[in-house]
């Protein structure tokens, strides 16, 4: 968090849950109750009302000498962050993700392409990773990671619109050891092989997607998933590129 002055340190994962929490949705207030629930889950202490005060006045003392003062202020029955929207990266990354997709939508690939490359690039970790554990860290951690996902395969198929197949191979391979169950990262990884000259290893692609599935989860590959095999088998690149395009309309 800059300032005139230089860094706010926050110290400790209670100052940081507690950004975090206001943080994630700047300029809304988040109720005493929701802060004391990110703090300490189902099992507040006694005295998680008072100790919750004296946790937010120190930390905004430490905003006052950073010239911040007033950037938490007390609202209504909670607290806000007053800042500007864009200034929350988790905003800026929520933005230029629904901006890209405009952009596909409309033909304009390359712009959605530099667009989510912006927006990835906002990731330095895992979500929350220094906040205190508990429900709200877990579902808000959860929540941004998949968006994170999706929007990592939204930049994976757009790339190989504009023809980066080779390259994708390489970098969907992992993806797919990490993500075994998500259906779309396979589907990616075996237009790329597709597209590359690999038919075989596109097919085998999808065996191996589809023993993750049944051994694990009990169920058999979705109907993209299948409908891009027997493209394949075909040898069929238009109906490879209608079942890729399909996923990106849903």
Partial sequence: MAAARGLVVLHGSVQRTLVARLGVRPGETVSREALVDALWGELPPPTATKTLHSHLARL?????????????????????LLAPAEAADVVRFETMVDQSREALAEGAT?????????????????????????????????????TRLAATEDLISARLRVGEHLPLVGELEPLVIRYPFRERLWELLMLALYRSGRQADALAAFQRARTALVDELGIEPGRELRRLEAAVLAADPCTARKVIAARQAA
């Fill in 60 to 80: 905004r003392h430490q905003l006052q000498d950073a010239s911040l003062a007033g950037l938490i202020a007390a609202q209504g029955p909670g607290y806000v």
């Fill in 110 to 146: 390359e712009t959605a392409v530099k667009l989510l490359r912006q927006a990835l690039g906002l990731w330095r970790r895992d979500p929350l990773v220094e906040c205190r554990p508990g429900e709200w860290v877990r579902a808000e951690a959860a929540h941004l990671t998949e």
